[in-house]
T-cell receptor
Framework: EDQVTQSPEALRLQEGESSSLNCSYT??????LFWYRQDPGKGPEFLFT???AGEEKEKERLKATLTKKESFLHITAPKPEDSATYLC????????????FGAGTRLAVHP | SAVISQKPSRDICQRGTSLTIQCQVD?????MFWYRQQPGQSLTLIAT?????????ESGFVIDKFPISRPNLTFSTLTVSNMSPEDSSIYLC???????????FGPGTRLLVL
């Protein structure tokens, strides 16, 4: 069964304390790996798409990387406004564009 | 990216009734998707709605319970029928833009069934 697993479930950081969120995937053939940010009461906001192992993408304090088994979202020197739930999702080769989501990591950054 | 709106933003309904959720996009898109996010859980795809064809439902979701309309390239509705408290969730629509595979989400509809 195709599955996406995120860890940790929740993460508390001090402002400026860098860390990484993990997304491991077990799918029949990865086509794309997506990262979204979701704030309370809002829909997911698109951050990154990664397609092949070794690929990296950056946006401000966030950097996403991809290996053959997992993806990491690195957060450098986070600020309180980075507090949100970060969702990882995968699409599968040979299928339509169904996103298979992980359960998310709830990030809290404290000043 | 496309601007997506949903109506209503939230509602409280009685069991046994039905609610229709609207999703409006500010540009023409081929593929629209409906997801459910149950309390404390992640998103699960309900169905894919392409204009001019019947919606495609995922395992565990049926047309009688979640009928979908897609009358044009900018609009879709999802109806939650004969509701029970287990249907209390956030319902989100998303669109795929320009063959880029990336899906952009609406703000969601928060449904509470009593």
């Amino acid at each position: 069964e195709d599955q996406v697993t995120q860890s940790p479930e929740a993460l508390r950081l001090q402002e400026g304390e860098s860390s990484s969120l993990n997304c491991s995937y077990t799918v029949s053939g990865l086509r794309g790996l997506f990262w979204y940010r979701q704030d309370p009461g809002k829909g997911p906001e698109f951050l990154f798409t990664l397609y092949s192992a070794g690929e990296e993408k950056e946006k401000e304090r966030l950097k996403a990387t991809l290996t053959k088994k997992e993806s990491f979202l690195h957060i450098t020197a986070p600020k309180p406004e980075d507090s949100a739930t970060y969702l990882c999702a995968a699409t599968i080769a040979g299928g339509y564009n169904k996103l298979i989501f992980g359960a998310g990591t709830r990030l809290a950054v404290h000043p | 990216s496309a601007v997506i709106s949903q109506k209503p933003s939230r509602d409280i309904c009685q069991r046994g009734t039905s609610l229709t959720i609207q999703c409006q996009v500010d540009s023409q898109v081929t593929m629209m998707f409906w997801y459910r996010q149950q309390p404390g859980q992640s998103l699960t795809l309900i169905a894919t709605a392409n204009q001019g064809s019947e919606a495609t439902y995922e395992s565990g979701f049926v047309i009688d319970k979640f009928p979908i309309s897609r009358p044009n390239l900018t609009f879709s509705t999802l109806t939650v029928s004969n509701m029970s408290p287990e249907d209390s969730s956030i319902y989100l629509c998303s669109v795929e833009e320009g063959g880029l595979e990336t899906q952009y989400f609406g703000p969601g509809t928060r449904l509470l069934v009593l």
